[in-house]
C-alpha cells in the first residue's frame, strides 16, 4: 500500500489535491494545521468533512501557535487589515512568513513516520497572489533539501499538481472529480458567510464564474 500525506487547509485546492492522490491510488494520511488564523474553526470543520469523504488512514491536527506570536500577517494579526480592494502589487499583508515551509517540514517528519512515498501540497502560482512559498522552483528545492535531511532510505516526492493550473480549471476538475466543494472554504474574513471581497474570495468567484458553475457556499448578500 502506497501512502502520501496531504496538507488539506479547507480550501478547494488542498482538496482537490487531495482527491488526485487518492486517484493515483495512494492512501491518504490528512494533514492540517491550526496556526491562529482568522477562520480557524471554519477551516477545521472543512478539513474534517474533506477528510471524512476521502476515507483517509490516518488524520492529523497540528497546532502551530506560534504564528501568532510572529505576526507580520492580516491572517493572525487582528491589528492588521484583510485586503478587501482587490490583489495587491508585491508581497501582499496576508502572506503568513514561511507558512509552507514549516508546513512541508513537519508533512516531512509524518512522511517518514509512516513510510510515505509522497506528500501533496495544493500549492497554486496563480493563487499565490504573490506569496514567494507557492511557488514550483520553491517547492522543488524543499524536496531536494527534505530528502538530504532524512533516513537513506526516505525517497519523498512532494507533489504539487495544481501549481499551474487557473481558478477555473482546479474549479472543472474538482467537479469532474467529484471533490465536495460545498465543504470548502476560502475567505480570509468570515467563518459563517464569505465575504466575497477578500482576495481569495474574488480569486474563488472568479475560478467559479469562468468555469460557468455557481460556487456553492455561502456570500453575504
Avoid at 474574488?202 to 475560478?207: A, K, P, Q, S, V
Wanted: aromatic share 8%; proline share 3%.
Amino acid at each position: 500500500m502506497k501512502k502520501a500525506v496531504c496538507i488539506i487547509s479547507g480550501g478547494m485546492d488542498s482538496a482537490l489535491g487531495a482527491k488526485i492522490a487518492q486517484n493515483e491510488g495512494y492512501s491518504i494520511i490528512a494533514l492540517h494545521f491550526n496556526y491562529g488564523q482568522r477562520t480557524e474553526k471554519k477551516e477545521l470543520d472543512s478539513f474534517r468533512k474533506i477528510s471524512k469523504k476521502l476515507g483517509c488512514i490516518e488524520s492529523y491536527e497540528i497546532e502551530l501557535d506560534f504564528f501568532k506570536q510572529i505576526g507580520a500577517s492580516a491572517l493572525v494579526d487582528d491589528s492588521l487589515e484583510i485586503p478587501i480592494n482587490g490583489i495587491e502589487e508585491g508581497v501582499p499583508i496576508t502572506y503568513v512568513p514561511f507558512r509552507n515551509g514549516i508546513f512541508i517540514s513537519i508533512a516531512t517528519a509524518l512522511a517518514e513516520k509512516h513510510g510515505a512515498e509522497a506528500l501533496f501540497i495544493g500549492v497554486v502560482e496563480e493563487d499565490s497572489s504573490g506569496y514567494p512559498d507557492c511557488r514550483d522552483t520553491y517547492i522543488e528545492s524543499m524536496e531536494e533539501s527534505i530528502n538530504l535531511g532524512t533516513k537513506d532510505e526516505t525517497k519523498l516526492k512532494i507533489k504539487m499538481p495544481l501549481v499551474h493550473m487557473k481558478k477555473s480549471e482546479i474549479v472543472l476538475k474538482s467537479v469532474e472529480l467529484s471533490v465536495p466543494l460545498e465543504d470548502t472554504w476560502s475567505c480570509y474574513k468570515n467563518e459563517d458567510e464569505a465575504c466575497g471581497i477578500c482576495d481569495s474570495c474574488r480569486l474563488r468567484l472568479n475560478g467559479f464564474e469562468k468555469a460557468g458553475i455557481v460556487d456553492p457556499i455561502r456570500y453575504i448578500k
